[in-house]
């Protein structure tokens, strides 16, 4: 039972580390996206309606 106990809290510890990356990157990443305020219109497409 002890073994068991050992082996649930380093997976936990793993898990808490694996998340910890996960928000990190996907932070990083969220974060440099532009606004949408910061695009421009290009004039590349034309809406025609039918």
Not at 14 to 39: C, E
């Amino acid at each position: 039972m002890g073994k068991l106990k050992s082996i649930i809290f380093v997976v936990g510890i793993m898990l808490l580390i694996l998340a910890a990356a996960m928000g990190y990157l996907s932070f990083r990443y969220l974060s440099a996206i532009l606004p949408a305020d910061s695009y421009e219109d290009k004039g590349v497409y034309t809406f025609s309606p039918y």
